[in-house]
């Protein structure tokens, strides 16, 4: 079983930009599809996106097209978002997952984080 671990939440201005990082133990990260999923206050979880085991393929939900990119580094069993131009929509907890693969377009975590908060002032 691998154990993820989230990094690099915190809060910035509308517009700015954060990197989160995922770091996987236990197994590796080359294994599964990676992933990233947020929560806001009050709302479901909700998909941002996913990662295919090499990084050849990557799927975003419509909200964060254009904005966000997925990317992972398998030699560091790591996989980031890197979050630019952030809007106070995207204020969530953030949480990274891995899958067993499948579609990136039906990515669902088998495996999860303990999450990290991001936070956007206007």
């Known amino acids: 079983q691998v154990q993820l671990a989230e990094s690099g939440g915190g809060s910035v201005q509308a517009g700015g930009s954060l990197r989160l990082s995922c770091a996987a133990s236990g197994r590796k990260f080359s294994i599964y599809s990676g992933g990233w999923f947020r929560q806001a206050p009050g709302k479901e979880r909700e998909f941002v996106a996913a990662i295919s085991q090499s990084g050849g393929n990557t799927y975003y939900s419509d909200s964060v097209k254009g904005r966000f990119t997925i990317s992972r580094d398998n030699a560091k069993n790591t996989v980031y978002l890197q979050m630019n131009s952030l809007k106070p929509e995207d204020t969530a907890v953030y949480y990274c997952?891995?899958?067993?693969?499948?579609?990136?377009?039906?990515?669902?975590?088998?495996?999860w984080g303990q999450g990290t908060q991001v936070t956007v002032s206007s």
């Open positions: 997952a891995a899958a067993n693969p499948r579609s990136l377009r039906f990515f669902g975590g088998d495996y």
